[in-house]
């Protein structure tokens, strides 16, 4: 499995927000979104190469609970399938009474997964990329209702979506209107934000949405403590 980086910090957003983590972030990406803020992981070569019982061994090596399996995107894997290794790794670690948070964009849908909240990320026309090649295969891949809907019924989850205007509120309704019903208080509003001063700019606006369609405020604590400083 090829893994970018393993590093010990706190959760820095959903319902776990502020909770000590190991973050397991794993090579690759099929899409290409604007914002993003983890591009050194979009490549499916990168990082390094590890053996299933290397890789538990390095997470245990953190005295921590909580383990975030993240990316790029950790559920696809060069060959936009199902990742291979990625069932067996969260069985390894539900066997030593791990929690497992996977985050997702909810393109694919993966069964059997030993996951205790599938942390769902549903990519808006937002996160479309400039370039025009890249944003047409972006538009493709970005949204799968089927697997969406499976994830929700299959897992505990939370929903989060990256707010950047307030435009974005009515296709983020329009989606939830063809999704499997999600308690409001497990869908979050984040604001786009790379950076500590993105974050202070654009967080009242995104609060104000929260008052008006009582979903929840998704705080993101690690740009507010390291903006956008990387293994943190």
Known sequence: MRVIEIFHSLQGEGILSGTPSVFVRLAGCPLRCRWCDTRYAWDFSAGDEYGMDDLVEAIEKHPCGHVVITGGEPMVGPDLAAREGL?????????????????????LFVPD?????????????????AEPTLAVAHERRRTDLGALAGLIEAYPCQLKFVVETADDIGEIHRLLDRLPPVPSDRVLLMPQARTRDELLARAPAVVQLCRQTGYRFGHRLHVLLWSDRRGL
Do not use: F, W, Y
């Open 113 to 129: 997964l030993a996951c205790d909240l599938m942390s769902i990320s549903p990519k808006t026309t937002n996160s479309a990329p």
């Open 87 to 107: 069932a067996d790794l969260t069985s390894h670690l539900r066997a030593r009474r791990m929690h497992v948070t996977i985050e997702t964009a909810g393109g």
